[in-house]
């Protein structure tokens, strides 16, 4: 079940710590609950969790940092989570929750370089046996990418890593697969020009 207000005792401590931070009390309070009897129901309360947080949403990385922080939560057995980002026909690393990684990417290259030449999902048992797997964080074993095209273009990959081989099945691909498909038009901001405005900063 997607709960978007807490209970009682944490809207308590929200309050407490809103006013200690001085967040202004219109910015609502995020408490998604994801519980899935399997993993399919898993990735539909994800998805609609990632739906309400990014609805009217134009800023790609608010968006980005949001989804990532959903997926570190609610997918068991992953030790990385995010997004890289086509900056320029290059993979530059965007939001993300887990350790420190690698920050460019070249297209063609390792796990993610292969989503992004290929614009096709990459679901690797064991990336040590995978040709040219870039190794950010050597607890990884598995790992799942997800290209996210809008319009043709790349935007980017939905990158993530498990510690366990064999983490992620076809029922991974699908769910991720509907996650781009939701999320590709709410990132369509990321690689458009800055706005003149910005442009004579
Ligand atoms: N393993 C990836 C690099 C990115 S990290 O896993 C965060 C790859 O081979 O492309």
Not at 32 to 40: L, Q, S, T, V
Not at 96 to 109: D, H, L, S, T
Not at 139 to 152: N, Q, W
Not at 180 to 199: C, T, V, W, Y
Request: hydrophobic share 50%; with cysteine; net charge negative.
């Amino acid at each position: 079940m997607v709960k978007i207000l807490a209970g009682a005792p944490a809207f308590a401590w929200a309050t407490v710590w809103r006013n200690r931070c001085r967040i202004p009390s219109y910015a609502p309070m995020y408490d998604f609950r994801i519980e899935a009897a399997d993993k399919p129901a898993l990735y539909r309360e994800l998805i609609a969790a990632a739906e309400s947080l990014t609805a009217g949403e134009p800023d790609s990385v608010a968006n980005m940092a949001n989804v990532a922080a959903l997926l570190w939560e609610s997918l068991p057995d992953i030790n990385w989570a995010g997004f890289y980002r086509n900056v320029g026909g290059e993979l530059v690393l965007g939001p993300f929750q887990g350790r420190a990684a690698c920050i460019r990417i070249p297209f063609g290259k390792g796990v993610c370089g292969a989503a992004a030449a290929t614009r096709a999902p990459q679901c690797v048992d064991d990336v040590n046996a995978f040709p040219g797997h870039i190794a950010c964080d050597s607890a990884s074993a598995s790992e799942l990418v997800m290209p996210l095209v809008h319009e043709g273009r790349l935007l980017g990959v939905i990158d993530l890593d498990s510690p366990r081989l064999a983490r992620f099945d076809a029922e991974d691909l699908a769910g991720c697969a509907e996650l781009a498909r939701l999320l590709a038009p709410r990132l369509a901001s990321m690689d458009a020009a800055p706005p003149e405005a910005l442009k004579t900063r």
